[in-house]
Each structure stands twice: as C-alpha cells, then as structure tokens.
C-alpha cells in the first residue's frame, strides 16, 4: 500500500504507469522502487550515492548502482526512461540546474519533491530568531546538513524554465503528510507548503 510509503513517494507511485521504465535517482533504501514492482510491474533501476543504501537495495532484488546525480546522469541516453524521479535530493546537489537539464533529457516525465524554503514557518523562525531554521522538513542544524541548495518554490518554478522543462502538474506537500494540487506559479503554495512535488517534461520532448 502506497501509506507504507513517505508521502511524496506515494504520490508520485500514484503518476506511475504500470510496466513503466522509471529511474529513481537518490533511491535510498529503494522503497519506492520495490512498492513500483511489487504493485506495477515496472522495469526499475536506482542511481544511489551511498554504498550502504546500495548494498541494501541489491539485497532486495532491487536494482541499484552506486552513483553520483551531478556527474553520472550524462551516461544515459536520452529519453530511455518513461520516468525519471529525483525525491528529496535536488537541494543536496552541487549543480541542481545540470541535474534538472539532465533528467528532462533522459527522462520522458520528470518528478522532483523537494522542501520548501518559502514556508511561512520558515520565514517567521528567521524574523523572530534571525538563525538558520530546523523544521521536520529540514532537520539539520546549518553545518551538518547534506542541503546546500535550499530553495523555495517560486526558485524552482524560475529553475524549470532556465533548464528547459515545462511544468506539467505540481502538488503541495502538507504538514499531516497530505498533498493537494497547486497552481506552481501562485503566492499561496510558496508561503504555505511545506514541501512540493513537481511533474516535468523537456520544452521539445513529445508530450506522448
């Protein structure tokens, strides 16, 4: 069941077409990817930077290689993959706009999740406390944390454009762990969501 699932995960597994070829970048533990096979038969491989999760994921039957999303992605071909995921990692790359560019390339339609840095919680913890903010979202104090991108989502909007990607539907992430359907280039998600899940595909990419 997709409740088994972290939130975002579930809702992309929903956007998922059954026998589908889906790359998930920055798989972790490869749950999302077993759920996809178990549930939908789909032809999934993982691109994963830590070796543990690795070893974990291939221990599943799962199939996963070790990797790096700012410098690997350019080995695929492009459009090989009816979905390219990228959850909760894109703040955490070095380059995100060559990561987008390069999963609008090899990918079909592209999902990325990610935090929302606009959330109002966020902006009143910096007015009232002036130090960087620790949320459920972003649990890391400043110098431990693996996100070196923080953005929000109007960022993101403006970074889709700049990488080539048309924005094809965008749900808001809640704080109980619920999603809705936005409009991305309104004022209310990037002050209200604590999080965003975006479904992408290239300007010049068939939209079949």
């Not at 599943?60 to 995921?85: H, W």
């Not at 009143?124 to 903010?133: E, I, Q, V």
């Not at 619920?178 to 999080?195: D, I, K, R, V, Y």
């Amino acid at each position: 069941m997709t409740s088994a699932l972290r939130s975002d995960l579930a809702a992309i597994a929903e956007i998922i077409p059954k026998a589908a070829r889906v790359l998930d970048i920055g798989c972790g533990d490869g749950a999302l990817l077993e759920y996809l096979a178990e549930t939908k038969n789909v032809d999934g491989r993982g691109l994963e930077l830590s070796q543990q999760n690795v070893n974990a994921c291939v221990a599943r039957g799962l199939s996963v290689v070790q990797g790096d999303a700012d410098t690997d992605l350019g080995d695929y071909p492009a459009q090989i993959f009816d979905v390219a995921i990228l959850s909760q990692t894109i703040q955490a790359t070095r380059s995100p706009k060559t990561v987008l560019s390069q999963l609008l390339r090899i990918g079909k339609l592209t999902a990325v999740s990610f935090p929302n840095f606009g959330h109002w919680r966020i902006r009143m913890s910096l007015l009232a406390n002036g130090r960087m903010p620790q949320t459920k979202t972003l649990g890391y104090s400043w110098h431990e944390t693996p996100n070196i991108h923080l953005c929000t989502i109007a960022d993101f909007v403006a970074l889709v454009e700049e990488a080539g990607g048309v924005v094809q539907g965008a749900l808001a992430l809640r704080k109980d762990g619920h999603t809705q359907a936005m409009q991305a280039h309104s004022w209310g998600p990037n002050l209200l969501a604590e999080g965003a899940i975006f479904f992408l595909r290239a300007k010049n990419a068939p939209s079949s």
